[in-house]
Nanobody, 126 residues
Framework: QVQLVESGGGLVQAGGSLRLSCAAS????????MGWFRQAPGKEREFLAT????????YYADSVKGRFTISRVNAENTVYLQMNSLKPEDTAVYYC???????????????????WGQGTQVTVSS
């Protein structure tokens, strides 16, 4: 089992940047594929990005490709989401998630992740 805690959210102007962090407890962080999702008010939770447990491969939703970058440092039990060129429509609660199962496919569905953080609010003003 793993506990996840997000941080780094806040208020930023359009065009600005933020870096979110997700700290994981436990000694087996490198056994999990990790993902970032977000949920805006009145909308379903949306997949953003995922990274393999080794950190060697990543996959992004079209809505954030080229603007967001997912990375991880297994030695620090942390996964990051660098967000650049932020837009007002990026305003949401951002969640990290962990998937312990090995799979050949990238995990882009909410149900594919077993563990979730509590979320961090990102607000982008116009």
């Amino acid at each position: 089992q793993v506990q996840l805690v997000e941080s780094g959210g806040g208020l930023v102007q359009a065009g600005g940047s933020l870096r979110l962090s997700c700290a994981a407890s436990g000694r087996t962080f490198s056994s999990y594929d990790m993902g970032w999702f977000r949920q805006a008010p009145g909308k379903e939770r949306e997949f953003l990005a995922t990274i393999r447990r080794s950190g060697g491969s990543t996959y992004y939703a079209d809505s954030v490709k080229g603007r967001f970058t997912i990375s991880r440092v297994n030695a620090e039990n942390t996964v990051y989401l660098q967000m650049n060129s932020l837009k007002p429509e990026d305003t949401a609660v951002y969640y990290c998630a962990a998937d312990p199962r090995k799979s050949w496919e990238f995990r882009i569905r909410e149900y594919q992740y077993d563990y979730w953080g509590q979320g961090t609010q990102v607000t982008v003003s116009s």
